[in-house]
């Protein structure tokens, strides 16, 4: 079972940058692999990108991959979501999630443990 804790949401103007991360205890950790969700108001869940602690292997979602990068930070234990170029459409709650599956993978069912979750809002 692993822990997780968001932390680094906040109001950043269009077209800046904000960097959210996620701490990770219990593990063991390269069991695991860990995503990044996010939620709107009155939206359904989507997918943002996926990383195997493992391997470092990443997966992004098309909607921003151009402009966002997953990684892990083994010495913190963090899995952090470097986001550049923000769009207002990108304002949500962000969510960490941990999959004992190991798989990198875009679908929420895959995903066992999930923090409580970091506003982003991004104003226009």
């Known amino acids: 079972q692993v822990q997780l804790a968001e932390s680094g949401g906040g109001l950043v103007q269009a077209g800046g940058s904000l960097r959210v991360s996620c701490a990770v205890s219990g593990g063991p950790l390269s069991e695991y692999s860990f995503g990044w969700f996010r939620r709107a108001p009155g939206k359904e869940t989507d997918f943002v990108a996926a990383?195997?602690?493992?391997?470092?292997?990443?997966y992004v979602g098309s909607p921003v991959q151009d402009r966002f990068t997953i990684s892990r930070d083994s010495a913190k234990n963090t899995i952090d979501l470097q986001m550049t170029n923000l769009k207002p459409e990108d304002s949500a709650a962000y969510y960490c999630a941990a999959s004992s599956r190991g798989v990198v993978a875009g679908l929420e069912a895959m995903y066992d443990y999930w923090g409580q979750g970091t506003q982003v809002t991004v104003s226009s």
């Open positions: 990383i195997s602690w493992r391997s470092g292997g990443t």
